[in-house]
């Protein structure tokens, strides 16, 4: 009877033992199963995230490639001078050449004008103050070796007039007025052939504009009908010999009115430095007499 309880005992703790075991085991099977669903769901986000940039990448190349496409099919844009140089050559060589060679001759008398205005402008108060002390140290040949040295119209006038000094005032005042009167034409030498080329450009201008319509109306007779491309290239020829006329002119008139605007300045300095300058002899002569 003892045997028998003992052997039911051991049977009993037997089972419980294998139950244990088979709990244990089913409890990592499930912790395996979940550990390998996690890495299953974490390998399909990266799978996921992968396509996505996939996605993006091929979108962005595509949007360069759309952009290159458009950059290479816009036409590039012409230089003003590429422009220029293009309208000049349709506008017919004949009556633009004419129209570019008053354009470099009255450029040419432009620079030539201003570089000879610019040294012809004198600082008249410091010539006066130092004539004046010519006078007072070294006398009339003093007054002209400081005027001979000095550049400009003034100086000259002013070395004139010191130069007719023994004559009396009378004629120191002449003398100057002689001098000022050709120094004012040195001045304006030239100026009128600017202006000949400022009202000869647009007229050479519009002599091609009438040319030009008139070659169109010669082609609508010679075909017998109006063709708008007949008529076209004879009026673009004619517009376009007018409007480099009217540039033409339009630069030269500029720097004309530049250059009357210094003469004028220089020949206001030349008188008022006059009057001074007889003041001066006048004051000179009285304190030698």
């Given at each position: 009877m003892k045997k028998a309880l003992s052997l039911f005992a051991i049977v009993v703790l037997s089972m419980g033992t294998v139950n244990a075991y088979a709990q244990e085991d089913m409890a990592?099977?499930?912790?395996?199963?979940?550990?390998?669903?996690?890495?299953?769901?974490?390998?399909s986000a990266d799978a996921a995230v992968d396509s996505?940039?996939?996605?993006?990448?091929?979108?962005?190349?595509?949007?360069?490639?759309?952009?290159a496409v458009v950059e290479e099919s816009a036409p590039a844009e012409k230089?003003?001078?590429?422009i220029l140089k293009e309208k000049f050559i349709e506008g017919g060589a004949f009556f633009m050449s004419f129209v570019l060679l008053a354009l470099?001759?009255?450029?040419?008398?432009?620079?030539?004008?201003?570089?000879?205005?610019?040294?012809?402008?004198?600082?008249?108060?410091?010539?006066l103050n130092e004539v004046e002390g010519a006078l007072n140290n070294g006398g009339i040949e003093a007054a002209k070796e400081v005027?001979?040295?000095?550049r400009g119209p003034v100086a000259t006038i002013f070395f004139e007039g010191l130069d007719h000094?023994?004559?009396?005032?009378?004629?120191?005042?002449?003398?100057?007025?002689s001098v000022g009167s050709v120094e004012n034409g040195k001045l304006e030498k030239g100026v009128s052939w600017i202006s000949l080329f400022i009202?000869?450009?647009?007229?050479l201008g519009f002599m091609g504009t009438v040319i030009g319509m008139i070659g169109a109306f010669d082609a609508i007779e010679a075909a017998g009908d109006i063709n708008p491309s007949l008529v076209a290239g004879g009026i673009k020829i004619a517009l376009l010999t007018t409007v480099f006329g009217l540039i033409v002119a339009i630069i030269l008139q500029v720097f004309y009115n530049l250059i009357v605007a210094m003469i004028d300045s220089i020949v206001i300095n030349m008188e008022d430095a006059s009057i001074s300058f007889l003041d001066l002899l006048?004051?000179?002569?009285?304190?030698?007499?």
């Open positions: 990592a099977t499930e912790e395996v199963v979940a550990d390998s669903a996690v890495i299953e769901t974490m390998d996505a940039a996939a996605t993006t990448d091929s979108a962005v190349t595509e949007e360069v490639a759309e952009e230089a003003f001078t590429q470099v001759l009255g450029l040419a008398l432009v620079i030539e004008r201003i570089i000879y205005l610019t040294f012809a402008q004198t600082n008249t108060e410091k010539l005027c001979r040295n000095t000094y023994s004559e009396g005032l009378d004629m120191v005042d002449k003398s100057i007025m009202a000869l450009a647009p007229m006048v004051a000179f002569n009285k304190k030698n007499s």
